[in-house]
């Protein structure tokens, strides 16, 4: 079973915002944003933009018919800036012309005059001046000041996670039509629609029920059209002030330099091992670079908070955690939301204990894995544990002994080039952390001709999750899939939805429309008995599209079936909820029980490191994965060499530089992903066997982010063959680019 | 007016010659396929082929990225986008993408059946390898690639038997469903279409490929009268005259890499011009449109440096010969005046047991700008002392540097030589911080690379 949009992605007729015809009269909006860090605005005057060609309105914060706020967590973001403004990038004025090309070329004549004032740049420095999201987080688990003491090893030091751009093909766009009455529709590219459809009715000043949010797909999302509202409200609010419709697009270095991307880390860590090297303390300080607004970065810290110890059993562990305010557009959710920063610490801090006790990192960290029955930081104990089961996997398909010694004989042979691996194993909480997100509704309709629509709170950006939810619908009703279609995300259908995001998506819309399917299901099967007056209704089933009376039939087809009950008035439509249950957590004592269940996994990775030029190939990766019992073998291999990839490039290529100013240097001629020839020559995934899952729908397990860890892998495997050139010097920061392979061999002594 | 055969339609437009193809398709044609990701051909989304008919009948396609391809460069062309493969039965590649689960969002898609499409029509030989380099240029952000790799690979397996060269390949290709019956006809079709000629305004802006040109000033360009050298055929040649290679200055990158002139005469080049952009890029970009770009950087450029290539320069008094070492005069500024163009590359042909080297380091190996490249020409004399010696170096200086070595000459290669010869073109260097490396970092690498230059087997052992 494939995801059945590929059928119009090859022929390319599958519709993005863009490709939706252009309703008649449709206008262009361009946002004016602040070139400065931080200022105060002095004085604004769009008077020559207005007056320009083709320009149809010029829009400040004065304009905003409702309220001026698109803050995710916190009321702390304005739409359009009022007197001062936060980071380069931040919108001021909205231009609306009849193209695009018009419209940038009024954006020149907008004269702002702006105050530059003092910025900061550095988590640590805005951190010692006090600014920060949220409140500072911090949980002591058993006492790890004296456990320290009794440590024979101690690892210590400061580490650093650099960002990461998401890089969804589909820039931020949204397409605004007004309707009668003061209503509007608004077509986006986001992962959020109840979110998104909230603030578009606070933007607007009217009640939600005015508002219809219709999401087809996305051309990737990645997390990064999750807090995102700025690109949907500004269209809509043009569109409502100008009653005609409205499109935004960003260019693709627009999107690049204003939107939030993975956060920046600094970490100081401290890892205490006995002489075994069982783990008996660990302290771990984050320092998270979230931006000039709040956005969605408390909730990533949070999610890095509580994953900081890993795969492992920490027994005593102090972690804390700050979201640091500083003058860069504000930062957001990225697959894995927070846990390949709060996993990368601990892995990090591997590599530097198992030098300090001279054992290569994977076989502390074997000694180290999560088993049934430990209990985690937050007071979780750990039940259906495959950390061990997936290790084992990997270390029987590439025999991890032989794999460690046949580099170090490479690594002996050669000197122009060395080898490197790693090997880590992932766990990852699954539920959204936030207790409140974790539920979805969904609306089945079944047709008089037997035809079904699903529509649910789920937005399909690629993942598949479409795709599933047709599978659990197909298999509820016992009909060919064939018969169900998945309909748009649309808020008219499905209200308050959850963002799809935190690899929730089939989990918990899955589970709604299975609920749903259900109850259609024994409607029918109580309707069916009565109308081949069967003696013995139990006995009454449905299956490939047919009605069976125990063993015999079809008797009825379901085509017939759909038809009759619907002309015996019975109710073909049916909405159904799903809350994850039993999830709790205290943010006063840092204890509870926020995820639902655990995705494990484990891989290897090799590489080849050229210690003359700073470059390196990856070799090889070697992945095993525990989806449960998947819903779709193809899409959950999908997703996973996806997120694996994304992972390598976030440990290796993808960089942005700053300007002094804070501005985004990085292009799209500079920010480099990974592409075809960078691709480990063997990638190899495996579906962990005989896992069974009773906490998510059907017994699988999400798959979206939890592969993304694997992509340490090359970070860790070029560090192993950087340190074996020398470790004279710190533990490189992520990514190790070329360039920075390059200095850790050859650049300046530390100091100097 | 241009006429252009799009898909199965003819078109005739009076829309500006530099209005790019991806918007002329997408907002005048309607044809929504073809994707917009980047406006900078650094993904691959907005892939189509052109297919330009050759003086015998034959067609030859290229697979180009749509949003740095002017209209008035396919004047006269068959032009494919996705849309043009058939909306009915699936193609081979498209039915092997879906087979393989090879598309997820599906916005780099119709890029990728493009890509691999162009590479069924267009290859000199099927192979998996040469399909993945032909992919060179699709970015996706999905997929992490090993669903593509399959279908390449797949795509390869089933086309195994084909070995006719690409022009007379089409019928096995219609037959085999890689593209539709209509493409049969195409050739007919474009016999009848007149292309217009060249424009000849003396302040036409030359388009020599324009895949720098149209990232750094689009708009300028809608509104410029522009001559596009891709209708120059006379421009369009690579030879061998005596000891000297000529090439035309309209030869694209790609078929200059895999001229067989150039492979016979320079066989490193075929691999070292990979690293130069990508396949859809390489089939638009020029030789002579990469030297004129003048980038400190061009890889190009500073193969050529260490060549010892000259350009003819053609202007409206006759034409003139410069040595590419004289050609910048500083930041982006050449030699090179109004109403000029650069109309033939002449390299030497490598002097009997002359070695040459390449080295870049990006960030990206491929599909990405050096932070530093380099190239060397070395002869040296029966006793191994040097004869010539030419290291060029780029992303060192304002301008791409060849670099002053003649002290060397007469001494010996050896290690104390090299090490010398690495530490002069550091001290050469003149670095700046930017978004390819810090300045500290280039002046290292480029020793290192230049040391790495006299390292190489080819190096030390026989001509390239």
């Known amino acids: 079973m494939k995801n059945e949009d590929m059928l119009m992605h090859v022929r390319g007729t599958s519709r993005f915002v863009d490709d939706i015809p252009a309703p008649e009269g449709c206008l262009h909006a361009v946002l004016f944003t602040s070139p400065v860090a931080r200022g105060k605005i002095k004085s604004l005057d769009v008077s020559k933009a207005a007056a320009a060609p083709g320009v149809a309105a010029v829009y400040t914060h004065k304009d905003v018919p409702g309220l001026n706020q698109v803050g995710h967590i916190f009321k702390d973001q304005p739409l359009l800036a009022v007197d001062s403004v936060e980071y380069i990038g931040q919108p001021i004025a909205l231009v609306v012309a009849q193209s695009q090309r018009a419209a940038r070329l009024a954006l020149k004549l907008i004269k702002a005059d702006i105050e530059p004032l003092p910025a900061v740049f550095s988590p640590r420095e805005a951190a010692a001046k006090g600014l920060i999201h949220g409140k500072r987080r911090e949980r002591v688990t058993g006492d790890p000041a004296s456990a320290f003491a009794k440590c024979k090893y101690v690892a210590q030091g400061k580490l650093f996670s650099g960002p990461q751009e998401h890089f969804y093909f589909e820039t931020q766009r949204a397409l605004a039509v007004p309707g009668e009455h003061d209503t509007i529709k608004v077509h986006a590219s986001a992962q959020s629609p109840g979110a998104f459809h909230h603030h578009l009715a606070e933007v607007l000043g009217i009640p939600m029920h005015k508002v219809e949010l219709d999401i087809r797909r996305l051309g990737g999302g990645f997390g990064g059209k999750e807090s995102t509202a700025v690109w949907i409200t500004a269209p809509a609010m043009a569109a409502f002030l100008l009653k005609r419709p409205v499109k935004l697009a960003l260019g693709r270095n627009e999107d690049i330099a204003t939107t939030g991307k993975r956060h920046a880390y600094e970490y100081d860590y401290k890892l205490g091992l006995d002489a075994e090297g069982k783990i008996l303390a660990y302290e771990i300080d984050l320092y998270q670079h979230a931006g000039a607004c709040a956005d969605i970065s408390p909730a990533v810290l949070g999610r890095s908070f509580l994953h900081v110890s890993g795969s492992y059993h920490v027994p005593n562990m102090r972690v804390s955690g700050v979201s640091c305010r500083t003058n860069i557009p504000p930062n957001n959710a990225f697959r894995g939301f927070g846990v390949p920063q709060g996993t990368f610490a601990i892995e990090a801090a591997f590599t530097h204990a198992a030098e300090l006790m001279g054992v290569p990192a994977e076989e502390l960290k074997r000694r180290n894995l999560l088993r049934d029955g430990d209990t985690l930081p937050y007071g979780v104990k750990l039940e259906l544990v495959n950390a061990a089961r997936c290790w084992e996997a990997l270390d029987g398909k590439t025999g991890l002994a032989g794999r460690r010694a046949a580099a170090a004989a490479y690594n002996r042979a050669h000197t122009d080039t060395k080898k490197g691996l790693a090997v880590v194993p992932v766990c990852f909480g699954i539920s959204f952390a936030q207790t409140a997100l974790n539920q979805a509704g969904a609306l089945v309709n079944i047709y008089v001709d037997g035809s079904v629509a699903v529509s649910t709170g789920a937005v399909e950006m690629g993942q598949g999750v479409n795709a599933k939810i047709r599978i659990v619908a197909a298999r509820t009703l016992g009909i060919p899939l064939e018969r169900v279609r998945v309909e748009t995300t649309n808020t008219s259908r499905v209200p308050n939805a959850s963002p799809t995001s935190a690899s929730t998506g089939a989990d918990l819309n899955g589970m709604a429309t299975k609920y749903a399917c259900e109850r259609l299901r024994e409607r029918l099967l109580e309707f069916a008995a009565r109308h081949l007056s069967c003696d013995d209704p139990a006995g009454v089933s449905i299956r490939d599209g047919g009605v069976y009376v125990g063993e015999k039939g079809p008797v009825m087809s379901w085509e017939k079936l759909a038809a009759a009950a619907q002309w015996a008035r019975v109710d073909l439509s049916e909405h159904a909820f799903y809350a994850t249950p039993n999830l709790h957590y205290d943010m006063e004592s840092e204890q509870g029980r926020p995820f639902a269940y655990y995705s494990y996994g484990a891989s290897l990775t090799e590489v080849t490191l050229d210690c003359a030029r700073g470059t390196y190939t990856v070799d090889a990766v070697e992945v095993v994965q525990d989806a449960g019992e998947s819903l779709s073998e193809a899409i959950d291999r999908g997703q996973v060499e996806g997120a694996v990839v994304q992972g390598l490039g976030w440990a290796t290529m993808e960089q942005i530089r700053y300007a002094a100013d804070g501005r985004v240097l990085t292009g799209v001629n500079a920010y480099k992903i990974p592409d075809i020839k960078f691709v480990p020559k063997h990638f190899g995934v495996t579906l962990l066997k005989d896992s069974r899952n009773p906490f998510a729908v059907c017994n699988s397990k999400a798959i979206g982010e939890p592969p993304f860890i694997h992509g340490l892998g090359a970070y860790l495997a070029l560090t192993d063959a950087l340190r074996g050139v020398r470790r004279d010097k710190a533990i490189p920061p992520l990514p190790v680019t070329p360039e920075r392979a390059f200095m850790y061999l050859h650049g300046p002594e530390e100091g100097e | 007016m241009l006429s252009f055969i799009l898909n199965d339609q003819l078109v005739s437009t009076d829309e500006h010659p530099g209005m790019v193809l991806l918007e002329f398709v997408r907002d005048v044609k309607c044809l929504?396929?073809?994707?917009?990701?980047?406006?900078?051909?650094?993904?691959?989304?907005?892939?189509?082929?052109?297919?330009?008919?050759?003086?015998?009948?034959?067609?030859?396609?290229?697979?180009?990225?749509?949003?740095?391809?002017?209209?008035?460069?396919?004047?006269?062309?068959?032009?494919?986008?996705?849309?043009?493969?058939?909306?009915?039965?699936?193609?081979?590649?498209?039915?092997?993408?879906?087979?393989?689960?090879?598309?997820?969002?599906?916005?780099?898609?119709?890029?990728?059946?493009?890509?691999?499409?162009?590479?069924?029509?267009?290859?000199?030989?099927?192979?998996?390898e040469g399909a993945v380099d032909a992919l060179d240029g699709n970015i996706c952000r999905c997929t992490g690639y090993a669903a593509i790799r399959n279908a390449a690979r797949a795509l390869c397996e089933k086309l195994g038997g084909m070995n006719d060269a690409p022009a007379e390949r089409l019928a096995a290709l219609i037959g085999s469903g890689v593209v539709p019956g209509y493409f049969g006809g195409i050739p007919a079709r474009l016999a009848q279409l007149r292309a217009a000629p060249a424009a000849a305004a003396k302040d036409a802006v030359l388009v020599a490929g324009g895949t720098d040109l149209f990232v750094q000033r689009p708009e300028q360009l809608m509104e410029s009268e522009l001559c596009f050298l891709s209708k120059r055929p006379d421009l369009d040649y690579v030879r061998v005259e005596g000891d000297v290679l000529r090439v035309g200055g309209a030869v694209t990158i790609e078929d200059f890499r895999l001229s067989p002139t150039v492979r016979r005469h320079f066989p490193a080049l075929e691999r070292d011009f990979l690293l130069h952009s990508s396949a859809i890029l390489r089939n638009k970009a020029t030789l002579a449109g990469n030297v004129v770009n003048a980038s400190p950087i061009g890889d190009a450029t500073i193969i050529l440096l260490a060549l010892d290539a000259r350009l003819v320069i053609a202007g409206e008094k006759g034409s003139r010969e410069v040595p590419l070492s004289k050609f910048y005069l500083g930041y982006k500024k050449t030699d090179l005046a109004c109403g000029e163009l650069v109309s033939e590359i002449v390299i030497p042909l490598l002097p009997a047991g002359a070695r040459y080297s390449f080295e870049k380091v990006s960030n990206r190996t491929t599909l990405d700008i050096a932070a530093v490249n380099s190239a060397l020409r070395v002869s040296t004399s029966p006793d191994g002392t040097i004869t010539d010696l030419r290291i060029s170096a780029g992303g060192v200086a304002a301008v791409p540097l060849l670099l002053h070595l003649d002290s060397f000459k007469g001494r010996k290669p050896d290690a104390a030589a090299i090490e010398a010869i690495a530490k002069a073109a550091e001290g050469e260097a003149r670095p700046i911080d930017d978004i390819r490396g810090s300045a500290a970092y280039k002046k290292l690498l480029l020793g290192r690379l230049v040391r790495a230059h006299f390292a190489v087997p080819a190096v030390a052992g026989e001509a390239v």
């Open chain 2, 32 to 128: 929504s396929g073809t994707k917009e990701a980047c406006r900078e051909g650094e993904c691959g989304a907005c892939t189509v082929l052109v297919g330009r008919r050759q003086p015998g009948g034959g067609m030859v396609y290229k697979a180009c990225a749509s949003c740095l391809l002017p209209i008035g460069d396919v004047d006269g062309c068959h032009v494919v986008t996705v849309e043009g493969l058939g909306g009915g039965t699936l193609t081979l590649v498209q039915q092997l993408i879906v087979d393989h689960s090879a598309s997820q969002c599906g916005f780099c898609t119709p890029g990728i059946v493009l890509s691999l499409t162009g590479f069924c029509l267009g290859a000199e030989k099927i192979s998996y």
